[in-house]
């Protein structure tokens, strides 16, 4: 299986002609040609996911020549045409090579999505954590406007305690300036953990479905800013 040279292709893994051409003794103009043929014989002439025609360079005269990438089932179907003791044996060692890489990449995905559910738990956790913070905040916010207008009742009929009543209106109004300015940071805060969401969840199964949710939720928070 270590004489095997694979590679990956939209996710999966490919072996090129020049390998193949090179493992089963051939020459690989004449493997192009065989691969061609094969193109020909598909739906929608030379549009296949089986082969990708790429190129590569020369070593020597360093120029840049046509060369294809299979997947398995395009191997299987560019090896049967190939005979001998020596081409069974290659044949099994591709297989095995392309058994190993697919359960190689298989485990990688699942990694991956391991890594990606816990990066958006983590997401999520800050949006919930966002809209608490927004929702305490707003709700202050309320009671000091509250309060200000209470006193500043007080200090329009207060004559006699004009001096008390105006500092206390005025200590108020700071207030208020105060929380308006940190409710208008958290839903900044907010909507930062509700785009950095999006990006972390962009591609997920169910991100539509996620994100809809999750932004009917935040809607009522939204509207107070």
Same mark, same amino acid.
């Given at each position: /299986?270590? @004489?095997?040279?694979?590679?990956?292709?939209?996710? =999966? &893994?490919?072996?090129?002609? *020049?390998?193949?051409?090179?493992?089963?003794? $051939?020459?690989?103009?004449?493997?192009?040609?065989?691969?061609?043929?094969?193109?020909?014989?598909? #739906?929608?002439?030379?549009?296949? #996911?089986?082969?990708?025609?790429?190129?590569? %360079?020369?070593?020597?005269?360093?120029?840049?020549? &046509? +060369?294809?990438?299979?997947? *398995?089932?395009?191997?299987? /179907?560019?090896?049967?045409?190939? %005979?001998?003791?020596?081409?069974?044996?290659?044949?099994?060692?591709?297989?095995?090579?392309?058994?190993?890489? =697919?359960?190689?990449?298989? !485990? !990688?995905?699942?990694?991956?999505? =391991?890594?990606?559910?816990?990066?958006?738990?983590?997401?999520?956790? *800050?949006?919930?954590?966002?809209?608490?913070?927004? @929702?305490?905040?707003?709700?202050?916010? @309320?009671?000091?406007?509250?309060?200000? =207008?209470?006193? $500043?009742?007080?200090?329009?009929?207060?004559?006699?305690?004009?001096?008390?009543?105006?500092?206390?209106?005025?200590?108020?109004?700071?207030?208020?300036?105060? +929380?308006?300015?940190?409710? *208008?940071?958290? !839903?900044?805060?907010?909507?930062?953990?509700?785009?950095?969401?999006?990006?972390?969840?962009?591609?997920? #199964?169910?991100?539509?479905?996620?994100?809809?949710?999750?932004?009917?939720?935040?809607? &009522?928070?939204?509207?107070?800013?």
């Amino acid at each position: /299986m270590t @004489d095997i040279i694979l590679s990956t292709q939209n996710g =999966e &893994p490919v072996a090129s002609s *020049r390998d193949v051409a090179k493992r089963f003794g $051939k020459r690989h103009d004449h493997v192009i040609r065989d691969i061609e043929e094969l193109i020909k014989g598909f #739906p929608k002439n030379g549009d296949t #996911p089986m082969f990708f025609k790429t190129e590569y %360079t020369h070593p020597q005269n360093h120029q840049k020549y &046509p +060369m294809y990438l299979m997947n *398995r089932d395009g191997f299987s /179907m560019l090896a049967m045409g190939f %005979t001998g003791k020596e081409a069974v044996q290659w044949k099994l060692k591709y297989i095995e090579a392309f058994n190993a890489m =697919e359960k190689q990449l298989a !485990q !990688q995905h699942r990694d991956q999505r =391991e890594v990606q559910d816990v990066n958006i738990q983590n997401a999520i956790d *800050r949006v919930i954590g966002a809209r608490k913070a927004l @929702d305490k905040k707003t709700a202050f916010l @309320d009671e000091c406007r509250k309060a200000r =207008e209470e006193n $500043k009742a007080v200090y329009l009929q207060a004559k006699s305690l004009c001096g008390i009543a105006k500092a206390t209106y005025s200590k108020d109004c700071s207030t208020v300036r105060a +929380m308006e300015t940190a409710v *208008r940071m958290a !839903q900044d805060n907010l909507t930062h953990a509700v785009d950095d969401l999006t990006i972390v969840a962009k591609g997920y #199964p169910f991100y539509a479905a996620l994100m809809d949710s999750l932004l009917d939720e935040l809607a &009522p928070a939204k509207k107070e800013d």
